[in-house]
């Protein structure tokens, strides 16, 4: 039992991991400004985001003439319609703050993706997918001056989902709600 004790908080230190500051200056915020950031993304084996797109998209225009370009549009849109929502709602709910993108409020948070496990759903096998981000926190007076820097590692989330917008969505909420109890947390 201490043995299945222990895996469970390695894992747990493996999700978020503070590597620069504290998180005090969060006491008693009601609301922080977020914005998002996916430069320099890497996604699953294929490395650099436009190799992955590229491989993709001619992967659907070789298979349906014609829907390279939408899928690509689509992965672009998933951002606004499914990761940052599914984020936000559960950072909030985990953390009472609540974050909006255009709020004039003290401190901003900044989600840098930085890795996207796309996971599959064929037939009857279905791959989690995952993420990986780097929260910077900023006074929004000081924009150059990092306050806080987490990272979190591997966060999985829907397996077993056809669409591949919503599978990586469901990494997203789950990273919202690891990082809003891990703010409640540390925030005191």
């Given at each position: 039992?201490?043995?299945?004790?222990?895996?469970?908080?390695?894992?747990?230190?493996?999700?978020?991991?503070?590597?620069?500051?504290?998180?005090?200056?969060?006491?008693?915020?009601?609301?922080?400004?977020?914005?998002?950031?996916?430069?320099?993304?890497?996604?699953?084996?294929?490395?650099?985001?436009?190799?992955?797109?590229?491989?993709?998209?001619?992967?659907?225009?070789?298979?349906?003439?014609?829907?390279?370009?939408?899928?690509?549009?689509?992965?672009?849109?998933?951002?606004?319609?499914?990761?940052?929502?599914?984020?936000?709602?559960?950072?909030?709910?985990?953390?009472?703050?609540?974050?909006?993108?255009?709020?004039?409020?003290?401190?901003?948070?900044?989600?840098?993706?930085?890795?996207?496990?796309?996971?599959?759903?064929?037939?009857?096998?279905?791959?989690?997918?995952?993420?990986?981000?780097?929260?910077?926190?900023y006074d929004a007076a000081d924009k150059k001056k990092v306050l806080s820097k987490i990272m979190l590692n591997d966060i999985e989330g829907g397996k077993g989902i056809f669409a591949t917008g919503i599978r990586i969505g469901e990494a997203y909420a789950k990273a919202g709600k690891v990082l809003g109890k891990?703010?409640?947390?540390?925030?005191?």
């Open positions: 039992m201490l043995l299945a004790g222990s895996m469970a908080a390695g894992t747990q230190l493996q999700a978020q991991d503070l590597v620069k500051g504290d998180l005090k200056f969060l006491k008693g915020v009601k609301e922080i400004t977020v914005t998002y950031n996916y430069d320099n993304l890497t996604v699953g084996k294929d490395g650099k985001e436009a190799t992955y797109i590229k491989r993709r998209k001619t992967e659907k225009e070789a298979k349906t003439p014609g829907t390279g370009v939408a899928w690509e549009e689509s992965w672009y849109n998933d951002r606004q319609v499914h990761y940052q929502p599914k984020f936000n709602e559960l950072f909030s709910k985990y953390s009472d703050i609540k974050v909006s993108e255009d709020s004039t409020a003290k401190y901003i948070m900044e989600v840098h993706t930085t890795f996207i496990e796309v996971g599959y759903s064929v037939a009857v096998a279905s791959g989690k997918a995952a993420v990986n981000l780097e929260i910077i926190f891990f703010v409640a947390k540390k925030a005191k």
